[in-house]
Each structure stands twice: as C-alpha cells, then as structure tokens.
C-alpha cells in the first residue's frame, strides 16, 4: 500500500501542473480548474484497480478530468460569461501579457471539437492517435481539427492585430 502511495504522489506532483493548464484551457477558471485537478486525482486514486497499463496513466488522468469537467455542466448551469473577459490569475509561470491574453481569447472562442484537441496536443503532448483513442476518434478526424483549430487560431489573431493597427 505504501509503494502505491508514493507512486500515485510521485504521478500528482509530476502532472498536477499540466492538468491545471489544460482544465483552465476547459473552463477559464482557476478555482474550478483546481477542482477539477483535485476531482481528477481523487477518481484517479479510487479508480487505480481499473488500470491496466501504467504507462498509460497521463492518457487516463486527461480522459478524467475531461469527463470531470463534462459532469460540471451536467450538475449545474454555468453562469454566462463573456468569453472576452478571462479571469486575472496569479499562477506562478501564467503569462500576463497582452499577446497570452488575446491568445487566451482566441482560444476560448474555439467550438471545444477543436479546441480539446489543440490543448491536448499543446499543452499534454499527446500524438493524434492518443488524442482519438481519448476522444474516440480516429486519427484523421483529429488531424482535421487540429488543422482547422490552428487556422482558425490564426484568422482570429490576425483580425485582433489588423484592428490594433488601425487604433
């Protein structure tokens, strides 16, 4: 039981900081991103009999947090939030800068069919096939959106510049 434990620490303190980047990517919420981590590692912990592949643990804990985040709004109607005002956060290592804010931005007006996937190639490092096997995919469905979330990233943050440069 204790060799359990210390694996199971070593796994929340080596992913609890990319698990928070990729929930606030969810949600735009530090105080719900951080629940959603804390929820992810308890079904995590009372789940570890279900599974069968330790290396597969980052790709497991990613698939729970996302189902966490989907039963968030199964039990509760989010409140209305103007996707241009994303909260003030004081992460260590969260970018405040302009340029991190409108990317923010951009990001938070994806369809999550594509920004899921973007966020979990970014910030979990996760390969297409890993991606579709979590979102029940198949690769070239991924490939497409990640293709059309980047370009759609794009188009967006090339408007926000040519209307800075009229200003």
């Known amino acids: 039981m204790a060799k359990l434990r210390s694996d199971f620490d ?42 069968r592949d330790a290396n597969a643990a980052r790709a497991w804990l990613y698939t729970i947090l996302r189902n966490e985040h989907a039963r968030l709004y199964e039990r509760q109607r989010p409140d209305i939030c103007d996707p241009f005002e994303l909260p003030e956060i004081s992460v260590r290592g969260y970018d405040t800068s302009p340029e991190a804010f409108v990317t923010r931005r951009a990001l938070a007006q994806l369809s999550a069919e594509y920004r899921d996937p973007l966020l979990m190639q970014v ?25 059309r979330a980047r370009k759609s ?15």
């Not at 991103?33 to 599974?51: I, K, P, S």
């Not at 910030?123 to 991606?131: L, P, Q, R």
């Not at 794009?154 to 800075?164: A, I, S």
């Open 123 to 147: 910030i979990g490092g996760f390969s297409c096939k890993e991606i579709g096997e979590m979102l029940g995919l198949n690769t070239n469905t991924v490939l497409t959106r990640l293709f």
């Open 10 to 51: 070593t796994l929340v303190n080596a992913l609890s900081p990319e698990l928070f980047r990729y929930a606030m990517g969810l949600c735009h919420n530090p105080d719900t991103a951080e629940d959603l981590v804390q929820e992810t590692f308890l079904r995590g912990w009372r789940a570890q009999a279900d599974l």
């Open 153 to 167: 990233l794009r188009e967006r943050l090339d408007g926000t510049r040519e209307k800075e440069a009229m200003r």
